[in-house]
């Protein structure tokens, strides 16, 4: 099978995108900013045939109100795309069901749109009561009903996929015992990762999910590529 000349991956979703987004662009601000989605991917160590990861993350961001950047989506015509979204959702007190289900709905158009292969990322524990409606108990019940509901959702799925963060729920004792793992251990603020232990763990976790994707992407026929063969795409500033 013809490997894609040009392939590409998105990372859509809340602060936690954001973070990582600002931090590479802080980190290569000295080289050209057409080459930044090229660097991206390279720090992740993401396969070689996916040569572009796009970061677009907006800080508060919920899954009702999301606004997917369908033009840009439409000229890269990602082959993965990775969502991270949800918490601010719980948050605000909305009904885990009807998160899971409206971004499994976004999951399905994007899959009609791009022939994409979609990832959904789990929702993280928190111990800060910021931005929290309820409690900080509520939300860390919620959340994993809302995770819950995604991977069910998934399971039948050819294209749509279950992602979660394991990195930020387990550790593994002298004796390879699992503990879950504090989230003081990863978050300053007890909300977003950190910039030491948590952005280590959160590139761990999408390097991750896009190796996933790449397994799926190289088993694709060749036709599936007909629509990045002859892109030309610039490279679009967020």
Known sequence: MAVPVKSSAVVLGH??????????????????????????????????????????????????????????????????????????????????????TTLFAMATDLVSKFQSFVFLCSVLPRVSSLGILSSVDEFNSLFREFNSYIFELCKNSDQIFYHSHRGFWEILDEDGNKSELPVESWSN??????????????????????????????????????????????FIYW
């Open 189 to 234: 603020d007890g909300i977003h990762p950190n910039n030491i232990m948590g952005r280590h763990k959160y590139k761990n976790s999408l390097r991750n999910v896009l190796s996933r994707g790449v397994k799926f992407v190289n088993n694709l026929p060749e036709k599936y590529w007909e629509h990045n063969e002859e892109s030309d795409l610039q």
């Open 15 to 100: 602060s936690f995108v954001k973070g990582l987004d600002d931090h590479y662009r802080h980190r290569f601000m000295d080289f050209n900013p057409q080459l930044f989605p090229s660097l991206v991917a390279g720090d992740l160590m993401v396969d070689h045939n996916i040569q572009n990861v796009f970061l677009y993350g907006r800080s508060g961001a919920k899954i009702d109100v999301f606004e997917m950047p369908n033009l840009f989506l439409s000229m890269v015509h990602p082959s993965i795309v990775v969502i991270d979204l949800g918490t601010n959702d719980i948050c605000q007190g909305i009904n885990p069901y009807v998160s899971a």
